[in-house]
């Protein structure tokens, strides 16, 4: 990690929230708010200024009652309590407001929902972190992430990059350095391929293969506190590749101090969130 400039983390004495930007996490459905929390508690104690999270309404409640410091915005939802394709303009709108978009974790994969989270990836400009059901949407349709020139990170696991570029999962274990490098290029973005010694890499070619990390991190939940501190690190100025890179061995390192009290098998991803002020704390000091 000493390659990679994070003087971003560090503070001036007059700072106020609004240095460090403000994530909007749309995430959560039915039976998945739990994905909308974990991805939001991962901005905050990242050093995210502000987080909203986007939610169906009929959600609002449950997610309003587990966040504290993050505010919501209940929106416009399907019959089956799944964002409706109905929230965009009031998505669009508030997104005037905002600095990173996180897009994706327990989003469902309700038809309405999918077309929505297409229609934001296509026209929206802002910065996003795409994770989850966000990438279940581009299934056969990655083309879209070349539809405008905003900033995309997306951080698929083996079986949602297979999904993305309609391969098998064998695949893409194969070949996880290139295929990461490939897409980056092709997409003029930031990849990060989840798994053993996660892989981040940029449309230039620059690759980090991430040390830190263990067995007991494959668990629900994982994935949406690493996207809450990637959109959080984007916030608060980090470079893409930087941000993406620092986050995933930020994740891992928490997961690894985590793991010496609660053993592989019951490491939650909760445990990971209590764990991440440790290791900001001895990083950015």
């Keep these: 990690?000493?390659?990679?400039?994070?003087n971003f983390l560090k503070r001036k004495k007059n700072a106020h929230k609004g240095d460090f930007g403000h994530v909007f996490v749309?995430?959560?459905?039915?039976?998945?708010?739990?994905?909308?929390?974990?991805?939001?508690?991962?901005?905050?104690?990242?050093g995210a200024g502000l987080v909203t999270v986007g939610i169906p309404e009929s959600q609002n409640v449950i997610v309003a009652r587990k966040l504290t410091e993050a505010m919501t915005r209940p929106?416009?939802?399907?019959?089956s309590g799944a964002l409706s394709v109905r929230a965009f303009s009031q998505i669009k709108?508030?997104?005037?407001?905002?600095?990173?978009?996180?897009?994706?974790?327990?989003?469902?994969?309700?038809p309405q929902t999918q077309?929505?989270?297409?229609?934001?990836?296509?026209?929206?400009t802002l910065p996003m972190v795409i994770d989850a059901d966000g990438l279940n949407a581009l299934r056969g349709k990655p083309g879209l992430l070349k539809k405008n020139t905003s900033l995309k990170i997306i951080t698929p696991h083996p079986g949602e990059m297979a999904r993305l570029l309609g391969i098998s999962t064998k695949e893409v274990q194969k070949n996880r350095r290139e295929l990461a490098k490939q897409v980056s290029r092709r997409y003029?973005?930031?990849?990060?391929?989840?798994?053993?010694?996660?892989?981040?890499?940029?449309?230039?070619?620059?690759?980090?293969v991430?040390?830190?990390?263990?067995?007991?991190?494959?668990?629900?939940?994982?994935?949406?506190?690493?996207?809450?501190?990637?959109?959080a690190f984007l916030g608060q100025g980090g470079e893409p590749f930087t941000a993406a890179a620092l986050?995933?061995?930020?994740?891992?390192?928490?997961?690894?101090?985590?793991?010496?009290?609660?053993?592989?098998?019951?490491?939650?991803?909760?445990?990971?969130?209590?764990?991440?002020?440790?290791?900001?704390?001895?990083?950015?000091?």
Excluded: W
């Design 1 to 6: 990690m000493k390659k990679l400039n994070i």
């Design 26 to 46: 749309l995430a959560g459905s039915r039976g998945l708010t739990g994905a909308a929390c974990l991805c939001a508690q991962g901005a905050l104690l990242s």
């Design 75 to 79: 929106l416009p939802q399907t019959s």
């Design 93 to 110: 709108a508030f997104l005037k407001r905002i600095d990173v978009l996180a897009l994706g974790p327990g989003l469902s994969q309700h």
């Design 115 to 124: 077309r929505l989270i297409r229609r934001i990836i296509k026209e929206i």
């Design 188 to 208: 003029n973005m930031v990849t990060v391929l989840k798994g053993r010694r996660t892989i981040v890499s940029d449309s230039s070619g620059k690759i980090f």
């Design 210 to 231: 991430n040390p830190t990390g263990n067995p007991g991190m494959a668990k629900g939940g994982s994935g949406d506190v690493l996207t809450g501190i990637i959109a």
């Design 247 to 285: 986050a995933v061995y930020v994740h891992g390192l928490a997961a690894d101090m985590a793991v010496k009290k609660t053993g592989q098998l019951s490491l939650l991803a909760s445990d990971i969130l209590n764990t991440l002020p440790r290791v900001l704390k001895k990083i950015s000091g």
